[in-house]
């Protein structure tokens, strides 16, 4: 528009001067063909002067427009790509001005007010409407307070799943206020991750300080030398190792846990003897069974054998971890079955009992990692709750799969899955 009004002023001085050189002419000359001649000669020059200043000031009113033009071509690139973001980034936004009105909306959002029977699109009546169904914090008058007061993200619970809700102004560099903006983050999973490591932090501590008070407890009185009793001396060192024992195993199952984090399940994987494996894990757990009167039935026959290929110290691991699991959750005078059932691509070792089972609630969870039922219906039974998860990692690297079935108070039963090799051997029960 500049160059516009240039061009118009030059255009109207430049008729003037020629005009008033006309007029001069006229009065100095007064032969009509020179007087003719010069008037052409002057209009001529001044319509050059004006066809060169209006050319120069078109050309650079021109290249103005065009760096205009290139600079709001790239302020809408940046405004769309910054728009298709937010519309389509993982977590929830919403922008609203400083007049309440609904500036953007994302689809995470629209997604989360699914829930609500969202259909058609979403104006500012609408969007609180749902809004207030999810959460009030989420009304436009409660996001424009909330970030003007500068409040700290807040965590809320809506039907069991956590979101993190930030508020941010939008403050331009002349520092008027124009709005604000929430942003809604599902932190479902880090809020239970979380709570899991809590728990697993109280378990563990719980788990390491009683057999260290223990092992304290019973070496202290044996360096007082009041046990004079050789057998109570062996009571007394078996229950020194058996708590050594009980701390080795939280050790190695945190030190798999760190193992398989880090570095990945690694398997030393060969041909091997899968009934063999099982009926040596079930003589393992013979003596700590007897102990509470338990009956543990092998029905896997000596004349069995099925090759798989695996690692056998770990597929070892996890039939001690199911048996001793089995052992402590069943009661004095139970019963534990192992057998083995052999089908065309894979074999199953199932372990069984009549302890006091898994309520329903526990059941889809006991393979999560730290997690550990109520312990009013375990009988407050120790445990780090890895136990489960280490192992169903390790029949998972296999190929195979570890299932549980089981009723509160009616027992457990445990099915290992893994595949057959390619060199089967004896075939076994079908």
């Given at each position: 528009m500049v160059g516009i009004r240039k061009a118009r002023?030059?255009?109207?001085?430049?008729?003037?001067?020629?005009?008033?050189?006309?007029?001069?002419?006229?009065?100095?000359?007064e032969d009509r063909e020179r007087l003719y001649i010069a008037a052409a000669v002057v209009i001529a020059v001044h319509v050059a002067c004006w066809w060169f200043v209006y050319r120069r000031i078109l050309l650079s009113e021109a290249a103005f427009f065009e760096a205009v033009e290139e600079?709001?071509?790239?302020?809408?690139?940046?405004?769309?790509?910054?728009?298709?973001?937010?519309?389509?980034i993982k977590d929830g936004v919403v922008i609203v001005s400083e007049e309440d009105d609904l500036v953007l909306v994302n689809e995470t959002v629209k997604g989360l007010f699914a829930a609500y029977k969202l259909d058609g699109e979403l104006d500012a009546s609408r969007y609180d409407e749902f809004a207030a169904g999810?959460?009030?914090?989420?009304?436009?008058k409660n996001i424009l307070e909330s970030a003007n007061k500068n409040l700290p993200p807040e965590t809320i619970n809506v039907d069991g799943q956590y979101f993190k809700i930030g508020y941010v102004a939008l403050v331009p560099e002349k520092g008027k206020w124009r709005g604000a903006v929430a942003v809604i983050s599902d932190v479902t999973e880090s809020t239970k991750a979380d709570r899991m490591q809590s728990d697993f932090i109280a378990n563990v501590s719980h788990e390491l300080r009683t057999p260290?008070?223990?092992?304290k407890s019973h070496a202290e009185t044996l360096m007082t030398g009041s046990v004079e009793d050789e057998g109570m001396v062996l009571d007394f060192l078996e229950i020194i190792v058996s708590e050594a024992d009980r701390m080795n195993g939280l050790i190695r199952e945190l030190m798999d846990l760190a193992s398989m984090d880090y570095t990945?399940?690694?398997l030393?994987?060969?041909?091997?003897?899968?009934?063999?494996?099982?009926?040596?894990?079930?003589?393992?757990?013979?003596?700590?069974a007897q102990k509470k009167a338990i009956t543990v039935?092998?029905?896997?026959?000596?004349?069995?054998?099925?090759?798989?290929?695996?690692?056998?110290?770990?597929i070892e691991q996890v039939l001690d971890n199911v048996l001793n699991n089995a052992i402590k959750y069943t009661?004095?005078?139970?019963?534990?079955?192992?057998?083995?059932?052999?089908?065309?691509?894979c074999v199953q070792i199932v372990i069984t009992d009549n302890g006091t089972g898994i309520s329903e609630e526990d059941l889809a969870r006991v393979f999560e990692r730290f997690y550990r039922g109520d312990k009013a219906l375990t009988g407050g039974i120790g445990g780090t709750g890895l136990g489960l998860a280490i192992s169903k990692q390790i029949v998972e690297a296999h190929g195979g799969t570890i299932s549980l079935e089981s009723k509160d108070r009616r027992g457990t039963k445990v099915t290992v899955s893994l595949p057959v090799s390619k060199v089967r051997g004896i075939p076994g029960i079908l």
């Amino acid at each position: 528009m500049v160059g516009i009004r240039k061009a118009r002023l030059a255009s109207f001085v430049l008729l003037l001067t020629c005009f008033a050189s006309l007029l001069v002419l006229f009065v100095l000359i007064e032969d009509r063909e020179r007087l003719y001649i010069a008037a052409a000669v002057v209009i001529a020059v001044h319509v050059a002067c004006w066809w060169f200043v209006y050319r120069r000031i078109l050309l650079s009113e021109a290249a103005f427009f065009e760096a205009v033009e290139e600079d709001m071509y790239a302020v809408h690139f940046r405004f769309r790509t910054f728009e298709t973001a937010v519309r389509h980034i993982k977590d929830g936004v919403v922008i609203v001005s400083e007049e309440d009105d609904l500036v953007l909306v994302n689809e995470t959002v629209k997604g989360l007010f699914a829930a609500y029977k969202l259909d058609g699109e979403l104006d500012a009546s609408r969007y609180d409407e749902f809004a207030a169904g999810f959460s009030e914090k989420l009304e436009r008058k409660n996001i424009l307070e909330s970030a003007n007061k500068n409040l700290p993200p807040e965590t809320i619970n809506v039907d069991g799943q956590y979101f993190k809700i930030g508020y941010v102004a939008l403050v331009p560099e002349k520092g008027k206020w124009r709005g604000a903006v929430a942003v809604i983050s599902d932190v479902t999973e880090s809020t239970k991750a979380d709570r899991m490591q809590s728990d697993f932090i109280a378990n563990v501590s719980h788990e390491l300080r009683t057999p260290l008070t223990n092992v304290k407890s019973h070496a202290e009185t044996l360096m007082t030398g009041s046990v004079e009793d050789e057998g109570m001396v062996l009571d007394f060192l078996e229950i020194i190792v058996s708590e050594a024992d009980r701390m080795n195993g939280l050790i190695r199952e945190l030190m798999d846990l760190a193992s398989m984090d880090y570095t990945g399940l690694v398997l030393n994987t060969s041909e091997s003897d899968l009934p063999s494996l099982a009926r040596m894990s079930t003589r393992k757990v013979g003596g700590v069974a007897q102990k509470k009167a338990i009956t543990v039935n092998c029905w896997i026959d000596d004349s069995m054998s099925l090759s798989v290929e695996m690692d056998r110290g770990r597929i070892e691991q996890v039939l001690d971890n199911v048996l001793n699991n089995a052992i402590k959750y069943t009661e004095e005078g139970g019963r534990i079955d192992v057998d083995i059932i052999s089908g065309q691509n894979c074999v199953q070792i199932v372990i069984t009992d009549n302890g006091t089972g898994i309520s329903e609630e526990d059941l889809a969870r006991v393979f999560e990692r730290f997690y550990r039922g109520d312990k009013a219906l375990t009988g407050g039974i120790g445990g780090t709750g890895l136990g489960l998860a280490i192992s169903k990692q390790i029949v998972e690297a296999h190929g195979g799969t570890i299932s549980l079935e089981s009723k509160d108070r009616r027992g457990t039963k445990v099915t290992v899955s893994l595949p057959v090799s390619k060199v089967r051997g004896i075939p076994g029960i079908l």
